[in-house]
């Protein structure tokens, strides 16, 4: 299985915000136990929360699941875990879910699911949610194609600073299928996911560069210079 882009344990320090009060002193003691690599500390905390139906623990104990952290990898157990906290409208498990089914991860793949939870994250500001929707709205996966509304999540998530998604926006307003054609933003957004070390965007930049004047060129390097990423949604 491919984990890359699936939220794992340690991916959840930003969880503490959505904590329920109740709960919120225990979960930041099992969120320091993870962040200090004291897995054996957390798990005994995160259980009887996540058996109460806390919605973060439940995400939590996921991810420590798909990593195979204080027990064999168990993807389906996970899964579960993911269905309930996503129920309660945890953003972060609704992203693993979109994941899950897009991959049959631990569930028969489904892209209509999996277009269904990723929305549902992107919607409460989970970034990588919104490139992999957008991915699946370009391609017309598991939903009807719809270039602009993949532009919309493109561009948010772009702004956020997520390289892939830059690196795809600068695709879609190089080729300009079905929104139009933009060479320069195109550059902007290529530059920039290349500066994050996004491999595909090197290449995107050394084809496009040429096409474009030298006064375009110098515009698209002094506005790629001085772009600042924008605060999004859940991942602050």
């Known amino acids: 299985m491919s984990a890359s882009r699936l939220l794992g344990a340690a991916m959840f320090l930003a969880l503490l915000s959505f904590a329920p009060p109740s709960f919120a002193a225990d979960l930041k003691d099992a969120e320091a136990a993870l962040a200090a690599g004291r897995h054996a500390d957390a798990l005994p905390i995160l259980k009887p929360l996540a058996e109460a139906g806390d919605r973060d623990a439940l995400t939590l104990l996921g991810g420590l699941q798909v990593a195979g952290i204080g027990g064999p990898q168990d993807l389906r157990s996970a899964f579960d875990l993911f269905t309930k906290a996503a129920a309660q409208g945890q953003p972060f498990a609704q992203y693993n879910l979109g994941l899950m089914y897009a991959r049959g991860d631990g569930v028969e793949p489904d892209l209509g699911k999996a277009v269904t939870w990723y929305r549902k994250a992107a919607t409460q500001g989970v970034v990588v949610a919104m490139t992999q929707l957008s991915h699946l709205l370009v391609d017309g996966r598991g939903v009807a194609k719809d270039a602009l509304e993949a532009r919309q999540w493109l561009e948010r998530a772009a702004k956020a600073g ?75």
């Open 162 to 236: 997520d390289a892939e998604a830059q690196n795809q926006l600068g695709i879609l307003l190089a080729n300009g299928v079905d929104v139009p054609v933009e060479p320069v933003q195109a550059y902007v957004w290529f530059l920039l996911a290349d500066r994050s070390g996004f491999k595909a965007a090197r290449r995107n930049v050394e084809i496009l560069g040429p096409r474009l004047s030298m006064g375009e060129r110098t515009k698209a390097e002094q506005t790629a210079a001085a772009w600042q990423p924008t605060v999004e949604g859940t991942e602050k």
